[in-house]
């Protein structure tokens, strides 16, 4: 089975496809790819939600890795948030803006699965770091502001855009602050399994344990590396300009380590996906 490549507005969708994959621009990197390939079978649709700041091309091994599992996978450009435009960083705006490009780009990517019958009712939310918040507040999760985040540092909710169809959640080193209020997770209820890095320096321990006191049906497992251990290696000349996201700690095999976990991610998703009950309409 080969991967398929569209391009979507905001969007890149990977997906099962049929085919000679050759090397196929992402973002600023390549896959090896069947471009604008006919969709097989009916993949469940996940969403991948980038880290604050960043671009969903430094994902391409995950995105690759579950379409070749048989899901297809809209990794998401956040306009106002990403790589050479991100001017709604540390502002309340960014979760509300994110969660709403997250329902469009959802939409967007089924009716371009629709051609061949993508299931429209179970969708996945993988998300790092201020992605993860991202995925949280999709599913039903609560956040309100931070102090620097208002100009009186008065704590205030923030309006997000809660998608019904989220049937299950992928946190990797998830950014949690704005879950810290009582009751801010309840609602939450879809499955989800967080992954939590050994050596987090961005978002250390605390993030995590919001999550598992407000959220006990959690699935949680530490890997090794830092908070970048979710990106695609970057190479030697990025690890030798000493790039921070090409950065691990000593003795971290990355790629190694995404080997190993990868296919755990895959098999969440494609159980709780595929078992997911069907919500009402209307």
Not at 128 to 140: E, F, K, P, R
């Amino acid at each position: 089975m080969a991967i398929g490549l569209s391009t979507l507005p905001g969007v890149l969708l990977t997906y099962p496809a049929l085919g000679e994959a050759v090397p196929c621009p992402y973002g600023r990197f390549e896959i090896e790819a069947v471009l604008d390939a006919a969709v097989v079978g009916q993949p469940p649709l996940v969403l991948l939600s980038h880290g604050t700041g960043t671009a969903p091309d430094v994902y391409r091994g995950l995105a690759a890795d579950l379409a070749h599992a048989g899901l297809a996978v809209a990794a998401l450009s956040h306009a106002g948030n990403r790589l050479g435009d991100d001017t709604l960083a540390g502002t309340a705006e960014v979760l509300t803006r994110r969660t709403r490009q997250a329902v469009e780009a959802a939409d967007l990517a089924l009716e371009a699965l629709g051609r061949d019958g993508s299931d429209r009712h179970r969708v996945g939310v993988v998300g790092h770091s201020l992605g993860a918040a991202t995925a949280l507040a999709l599913a039903g999760a609560r956040p309100s502001t931070m102090p620097w985040e208002t100009a009186d540092a008065t704590e205030r909710p923030i309006e997000v855009s809660r998608d019904a169809r989220v049937a299950a959640l992928v946190l990797l080193m998830p950014a949690t602050p704005w879950f810290g209020r009582p009751g801010a997770l309840a609602d939450v209820d879809a499955a989800t399994l967080m992954l939590t890095a050994e050596h987090d320096d961005h978002t250390p321990a605390w993030h995590g344990e919001i999550l598992t006191a407000g959220m006990p049906h959690l699935t949680h497992h530490v890997v090794g590396g830092g908070h970048f251990a979710a990106l695609t290696h970057f190479g030697p000349r990025a690890v030798a300009a000493g790039l921070p996201p090409a950065l691990d700690p000593p003795g971290f095999d990355r790629a190694a380590a995404q080997r190993r976990w990868h296919p755990r991610v895959a098999d969440w998703l494609t159980t709780h996906l595929r078992d997911a009950a069907v919500p009402a309409q209307g």
